[in-house]
């Protein structure tokens, strides 16, 4: 934000506010009720300046009573207050300014014809009160839009930028080279299963690629590539994986970004059970509250192996994600407990796709 | 070492089953070299270098409790060839590139394989490389270790690092002050000092490295030196450049 130059900007329309104003003041003051030119502007000059200050510390009331957020008869109350004080004050400042004049330069009428236009100037004071309160809320209205607009720009950034990381995300290197690794260990100690390891890693290689173009699948489908990705890593890790999972047929047409969870089944891998020498299990769990999903990863956990994942770059895509798609309506909690970590994400449940 | 010894003994560690069989078929075309034992993990293959005196270790980085750097740590170096085995990290990748240590990329081909081997069994192992040093390179840049391994006698322990009082230089070794108790470790102080946060340890002495939550407070101490009082009491020597250092520290914070 260029603070400054707003800040200036306003400056300057106040310098040119307090010339016209008193200008006007200065000219009807002379023409209309027959002062002298010199009590005039010396008259005109200070009030003017005063006349600012009024319009200007409109500012802080307006900005304690933001419109729309606190009833009309309230604001209205407050400023009408604010208003009759200030130009109360407005003009018995200018009557004393009105006696000083008359001794100061020997004359003798300035003092009786200000009390004779003394109305005039309550209703100008109370005006210019107003006039500052319009011209505040207009500035803070449009100052809104602005931000309300870079706001809208940056989560559209953040959900694209979300969306590229997980599609980079869905296929680790590590995860690539390590299974290509048992594969080749395979290809001798046992040919069928290295067949069928390769089967799979196909299988999941075209399922995420698959994925990545679309913008939410029903959970269902998300659950059968965790499947995939689990039986990939069962050929690594043997018997030291274990899966459960429990997913009811309401839940599992309920739509989702796409690869929403995979990222943390493989933290529930790589911070989990690869932590632990005798192994663990991770647990898949999601139930349907009438509109709300919740979908929770449980994974054996080693409190020991040091590895603080609470704020993880996986977790954290995760989480992005979620609020690029559903805003404050999503919700994610990873804690860890003893020796199980879980992570739970609840968000609207949606059937079809909405706009 | 040379050739002309009978039979090479070999360490296998991996805490992937199928990983180990792919080196043990490899291994098995290589009569002279009989493989002492597999270790599935790092607290494993301490406990089978200690007793099997191996001559050829090949390691995994990525293990459960102990990774493959901290079990370089804490084993006897002299006379072991140590081949890492990795899938693709490129931090370690890095490390082991400047530090000139051997190691496979998983999955590796039997040329790369024998390649690897005849390199392990003619060069003599390399004294200079600092495991710690290896393993601070294996990180990436702005992480600091989260534990310390240390082994007295048989037995391993891990100190996750705010556990740790402060360290204390004796010669070659550092001495770990921690929950009341003390733990020698083979390591340099400016060792142990690469490898923790410097925003939480601060090397307030030529010989004493703190935690820096532990300090309460610092009072004079003679002419123009200092201590340090920590929160169990105890009270350390403050050198005038550790002085600065701390309250460069401290005012960063506040």
């Given amino acids: 934000m260029d603070g400054s130059s707003t800040r200036k900007t306003g400056l300057a329309a106040l310098a040119i ?24 502007i010396a008259l005109a000059a200070p009030m003017s300046a005063l006349a600012q200050g009024i319009a200007w510390s409109a500012r802080y009331p307006c900005r304690t009573n933001p419109l729309g957020r606190r009833e009309p008869w309230r604001i209205a109350l407050t400023h009408i207050t604010a208003a009759l004080v200030l130009s109360y004050l407005w003009v018995g400042i200018g009557r004393i300014l009105a006696q000083w004049i008359d ?59 979300a969306e590229l990381s997980a599609l980079k995300a869905q296929i680790n290197p590590h995860f690539l080279y390590n299974s290509l ?6 290809t001798s100690i046992d040919p069928t299963r290295a067949r069928e390891m390769c089967v799979a890693l196909a299988d999941f290689l075209r399922l995420t690629l698959g994925m990545g173009e679309k913008r939410v699948i029903p959970l269902g489908e998300e659950v059968s590539l965790l499947e995939k990705y689990c039986a990939i890593e069962k050929v690594r890790f043997g018997d030291r994986l274990t899966i459960k999972e429990e997913i009811p047929d309401d839940a599992k047409v309920c739509l989702l970004p796409p690869l929403l969870l995979q990222p943390l089944f493989e933290n529930a891998v790589v911070h989990g059970i690869a932590q632990i020498p005798e192994g663990g299990w991770i647990r898949l769990s999601a ?22 994942r609470r704020n993880g770059v996986g977790l954290k895509n995760v989480q992005r994600r979620l609020e690029a798609r559903y805003g404050n309506a999503a919700n994610l909690q990873a804690q860890a407990e003893d020796d199980v970590f879980r992570v739970s994400l609840v968000f609207p449940a949606e059937t079809e796709e909405k706009k | 070492m040379s050739g002309s010894r009978q039979k090479w003994k ?3 560690v991996d805490d992937e089953e199928l990983a180990r069989k792919l080196l043990r078929e490899m291994l098995s075309s290589h009569p002279e070299i009989e493989i002492a034992a597999e270790c599935g993990n790092g607290m494993e293959a301490v406990k089978a270098t200690t007793e099997y005196k191996p001559d050829l270790l090949f390691l995994d980085v990525q293990m459960p409790k102990l990774t493959g750097f901290d079990v370089l740590e804490l084993i006897e170096r002299d006379n072991v060839g140590v081949i890492f085995v990795t899938a693709y990290d490129q931090y370690a990748m890095k490390a082991f590139e400047v530090h000139a240590v051997d190691y496979l990329l998983k999955p590796f081909s039997r040329e790369r394989f024998e390649a690897a081997l005849e390199r392990a069994k003619h060069q003599k192992p390399k004294r200079e490389v600092d495991p710690a040093e290896l393993g601070a390179a294996a990180r990436p ?10 082994k007295d006698g048989t037995k391993v322990t891990l100190i996750p690092v705010m556990k740790l009082d402060y360290a204390e230089a004796l010669d070659d070794y550092v001495s770990l002050a921690t929950e009341g108790k003390k733990h020698l470790k083979q390591q340099t102080i400016s060792g142990l000092e690469l490898a923790l946060d410097p925003r939480l340890f601060v090397r307030i002495h030529r010989s004493y490295l703190v ?15 200092k201590v340090a009082i920590l929160t169990n009491g105890v009270r350390l020597p403050v050198s005038r450049a550790g002085y600065a250092r701390l309250k460069a520290l401290l005012d960063e914070k506040n």
């Fill in chain 2, 141 to 150: 840049a702005g992480q600091y270790a989260e534990r310390i391994v240390v």
């Fill in chain 1, 287 to 308: 139930t349907r509250h009438a509109d709300r999903l919740s979908v929770s990863v449980e994974n054996s956990w080693d409190p020991e192996a040091g590895s603080s």
């Fill in chain 1, 103 to 161: 001794s100061g330069f020997g004359l003798t009428h300035t003092y009786k014809q200000f009390l004779a236009m003394q109305t005039h100037l309550y209703a100008a004071g109370f005006c210019y009160y107003l006039l500052g309160v319009a011209f505040h809320y207009m500035v803070f209205a449009q100052k809104a839009s602005q931000e309300a607009q870079e706001r809208a720009l940056e989560s559209v950034a953040r959900a694209r930028e």
């Fill in chain 2, 10 to 12: 070999a360490l296998i």
């Fill in chain 1, 181 to 186: 690794n048992s594969i080749s260990a395979l």
């Fill in chain 1, 17 to 40: 506010a307090a010339v016209l104003f008193a200008g006007i003041l200065a000219t009807l003051l002379v023409t209309n009720w027959g002062l002298d030119w010199r009590a005039a």
């Fill in chain 2, 211 to 225: 935690n820096l939550e532990r300090v309460t407070r610092i009072e004079p101490y003679g002419k123009d030196s």
